[in-house]
């Protein structure tokens, strides 16, 4: 049974950090691409970052540039999004995704919530 299980979110103040965990079974998670996406209410679900299946390579949006870094540990079989100086504009559910041609799996998603 696949499962993507989401956890780490919650309330934090502007410019504070969260660590967002994404814990895989079920399936070969060394060979899938990873990303965390999110979904503000009301708005369209957009990709976050990304990251090779091996680690090497990573991607990001614009708006995090520079905040926000995706990592793995293909042994913990786990996906990380560590946010740092978060601003109101990050709230939203954050969603991990598993990637392979043909082949995508999605998490259940966190909310995160940024305010003072």
């Known amino acids: 049974q696949v499962q993507l299980v989401e956890s780490g979110g919650g309330l934090v103040q502007p410019g504070g950090s969260l660590r967002l965990s994404c814990a895989a079974s079920g399936f070969i998670f060394s060979i899938y691409v990873m990303g965390w996406y999110r979904q503000a209410p009301g708005k369209q679900r957009e990709l976050v970052a990304a990251i090779s299946s091996g680690g090497d390579s990573t991607n990001y949006a614009d708006f995090v540039k520079g905040r926000f870094t995706i990592s793995r540990d293909n042994a913990k079989n786990t996906a990380y999004l560590q946010m740092n100086s978060l601003k109101p504009e990050d709230t939203a559910v954050y969603y991990c995704?598993?990637?392979?041609?043909?082949?995508?799996?999605w998490g259940q998603g966190t909310q995160v919530t940024v305010s003072s």
């Open positions: 995704k598993a990637m392979r041609i043909r082949q995508d799996y």
